[in-house]
């Protein structure tokens, strides 16, 4: 099985032939001197205090009946609902807010949405986020929404889900689903409402064995395109046998309006073209073996892709024998900034995690725990083609373990890319691809950073650590103006985050 950031479902989900059609929501939030005051938390007794632990009891909790779509069928609202916990902004150990800022800012300006892939891990109040425990009972990952007050809502979604995207009226929010995570039952991609986290559709695979490729975009006519995997299979010698496809589907239903080709293998991130009128992929271009483990890297490329026709404009292959492409972001002069990884098996990476110290132990679970991610630096590309030019060329190669999250700034023509794995924000020359910046976040108090969002009409952007932890800096200077710890997880692990 291939790991999380890549394949495989977070470990403790299990597959299940059947799919539960509900969500469950919390709300609550934390004071934050530049926002407002708190709103609804829950309580209990920390170690430090002098009384018996009690079970916790909400001051004041919202309780939301999911409404949820699947797709042809109308709406409809379950009666079976439950009071959800609040897992991620607790009052906890010596009755202080999980979410506490720690120095002053302006803060954040949008909302933040961010995929959690542990919910059965949460245990903050000593229950999970649905006090069922509907985890034993078929996939779930949980949805974080961090408003810019700081209200935190929270919803279990039957679906193991990767990325968010949100339309650009705010009126739906896309929630991706990664290769076959939770079994053929699984919900195939769901959509929901940004403000409520509330269902509105349940998407359906593209047929049997097709898997989601994690990622998808909202199209100007309001329609969401979805990144879709071939069923796998081990390659026979002809890479077109294993082409993913892009689904345009109804964000109301889900409901497929039609399908274009990638013309790469194992299509995950996708950016939509200055004028709108193609679509960049990113391809992993690579193959399951016959005899298993790792996969077999065959074709990893960027692939220019035209909306109307489906027609292929332009194949950027990235050749290299160990290494999928699997992130991008668009610069400018057509210019593409794409984040490459190598994986090896479990164990491979120790000689360069000891050389920057890792940390992985501070965190409740493995992010990676069937592979390891080597070394492998990012590349600059040129959309009207040319030679692939290898960034990063100086810098340690314990510094470039896990590339992920990427954001073009286009205020200050800078590419900004995160690698968990070294704890490093890295930020890139716009112009020539050359390294201006490499930040250990440890030093700024933040383990693992994975999301990584630019703040719309804003001078700045926003990193979350993969458990828990929000640092809000400024575009340019990279100077943290806003920082969110807690002594409890806030999303229970993730590969993105999305600001709307």
């Known amino acids: 099985m291939r790991p999380m950031a890549g394949r495989s479902m977070p470990m403790g989900l299990k597959p299940t032939p ?38 916790p009891r909400p001051a004041r909790a919202a309780i939301t009946t999911a409404v949820t779509r699947t797709e042809g069928e109308p709406s409809m609202r379950r009666r079976d609902f439950t009071l959800g916990m609040a897992a991620s902004l607790p009052v906890l150990a010596g009755c202080a807010p999980a979410l506490v800022p720690e120095r002053s800012g302006s803060g954040m300006q949008a909302s933040l949405f961010i995929p959690g892939y542990h919910p059965e891990k949460l245990r903050p109040v000593g229950e999970p986020p649905d006090s069922r425990r509907r985890a034993k009972e078929g996939p779930e990952t949980m949805l974080t929404r961090i408003s810019p007050r700081g209200e935190v809502r929270q919803a279990v979604f039957p679906v193991i889900a990767h990325d968010v995207a949100i339309s650009p009226d705010g009126r739906a929010g ?111 271009g690579s193959v399951p073996r016959r005899r298993g483990g790792l996969w077999q890297v065959v074709e990893p490329a960027v692939t220019v892709v035209d909306l109307d026709s489906g027609r292929l404009l332009r194949r950027l292959a990235v050749p290299d024998p160990h290494a999928e492409v699997r992130h991008l972001a668009l610069g400018r002069g057509g210019r593409i900034f794409a984040i490459r990884a190598r994986q090896g098996l479990p164990g491979d990476n120790a000689i360069w995690l000891q050389a920057i110290g890792d940390v992985a132990d501070a965190l409740p679970v493995d992010p990676n725990p069937t592979a390891s991610y080597l070394p492998m630096a990012p590349v600059l590309l040129d959309r009207a083609g040319g030679p692939v030019r290898v960034l990063a060329r100086g810098e340690p190669q314990a510094h470039l373990l896990e590339g992920l999250s990427v954001e073009y700034d286009p205020l200050h023509n800078e590419f900004l890319a995160i690698f968990p794995s070294s704890h490093r924000l890295m930020v890139f020359s716009g112009d020539d691809g050359a390294l201006v910046h490499s930040i250990d976040m440890r030093s700024r108090g933040m383990v693992r950073p994975s999301g990584l969002a630019l703040l719309p009409d804003s001078d700045r952007y926003v990193i979350a650590g993969y458990w828990q932890g929000l640092i809000v800096a400024e575009r340019g200077s990279h100077r943290v103006v806003h920082r969110l710890t807690g002594s409890a997880p806030v999303v229970g692990g993730h590969s993105h985050m999305t600001a709307a």
């Open 18 to 55: 059947s799919m539960p059609s509900r969500t469950i929501t919390t709300t609550t939030s934390a004071a934050c001197p530049a926002t407002g005051p708190a709103v609804t938390v829950f309580r209990r007794c920390g170690p430090r205090c002098g009384r018996r632990a009690m079970r």
């Open 174 to 284: 896309f929630f991706g689903r990664m290769n076959l995570g939770g079994g053929e039952g699984a919900a195939h991609h769901v959509t929901f409402d940004p403000q409520t986290l509330e269902m509105i559709a349940v998407g359906r695979s593209l047929g049997p064995g097709w898997r989601g490729g994690g990622h998808g975009l909202f199209l100007p006519d309001g329609t969401v395109l979805c990144a879709e995997r071939a069923p796998e299979r081990p390659y026979a010698g002809r890479p077109s046998d294993h082409y993913g496809r892009l689904s345009r589907r109804d964000p109301m239903t889900l409901r497929v309006l039609d399908t274009l080709p990638t013309h790469g293998i194992d299509p995950h991130e996708l950016r939509l073209s200055d004028d709108g009128r193609s679509v960049i992929v990113a391809n992993y």
